[in-house]
């Protein structure tokens, strides 16, 4: 039988879809890049990554720092693997920088980065710096930068994309960048909430998301603004939510126990 040049046209531009749900939120994600090759170049740009701050002497100085880091992170990460067996596979690696620039961060695959800096102004007990890391460890369960870069093939379904090409694509185009913002804040009110589950499977207090996000607010002058070009929503307005989710968590449980 012989197809329509126009669904012949679809069917070679478009990029196969892998459908999944987020752990925890459910919520639905059509995927066009496979895992592996996200993961591969995650990867390699968190490498170079370290080895330009390794040369600057900025990675892993304080050894009693960054075991406390890796040692509050490995329940997290083995929790992590049970919201998602392919993350149990993942190769996990978390580092500590000592550039005033980095706070805390995550790649695809299990690729942590925290600041020094960003720690002692903080102030974090050990259940503040695990909310931290579990926040960051839910953003690699979830996939978000696969969706991120998935997103930019389904927005453009006439061009082939590599991960490389969609992630240069995210980094110069203004108008991809804004147009993929709600997207990146339903991404961090969803990290937040994957991450209170985390937490509280870990054995941390999930009250410890509440303690942190209110030194944020008290931090920050304009902590009701997000700004135009804020990705992660207003530390108010993300106190109130991460407060809505702790609730329901805890009257679950109690409701739950009884």
Request: charge should be negative.
């Amino acid at each position: 039988m012989r197809l329509p040049l126009l669904l012949l046209l679809v069917i070679g531009f478009a990029a196969p879809c892998r459908a999944q749900d987020v752990p925890v939120t459910g919520r639905h994600q059509d995927m066009t890049f496979p895992a592996v090759e996200v993961n591969t170049f995650a990867a390699a740009a968190y490498h170079r990554k370290l080895a330009q701050q390794r040369a600057a002497g900025l990675i892993d100085t304080n050894a009693a720092l960054v075991q406390r880091v890796r040692r509050i992170a490995k329940p997290l990460i083995a929790e992590a693997g049970r919201l998602k067996y392919r993350a149990s596979l993942w190769h996990w690696e978390i580092h500590v920088s000592d550039d005033p620039d980095v706070n805390a961060s995550s790649m695809a695959g299990g690729k942590l980065l925290i600041g020094s800096g960003f720690m002692r102004r903080y102030r974090l007990t050990d259940d503040e710096l695990a909310a931290v890391l579990a926040h960051e460890i839910a953003h690699a369960v979830a996939e978000h930068v696969r969706e991120q870069l998935s997103e930019v093939q389904l927005r453009n379904p006439r061009y082939s994309y590599s991960v490389e090409d969609a992630s240069a694509a995210m980094g110069s185009d203004m108008g991809l960048y804004l147009s993929l913002m709600p997207l990146s804040e339903l991404q961090e009110s969803e990290a937040d909430q994957v991450g209170i589950d985390l937490l509280a499977a870990a054995g941390y207090s999930p009250r410890a998301a509440l303690s942190f996000y209110r030194k944020l607010v008290a931090h920050d002058a304009d902590a009701d603004s997000g700004g135009l070009f804020n990705t992660h929503g207003s530390d108010r307005g993300r106190l109130q939510a991460v407060t809505e989710f702790v609730e329901r968590m805890e009257q679950s449980r109690s409701a739950a126990a009884q």
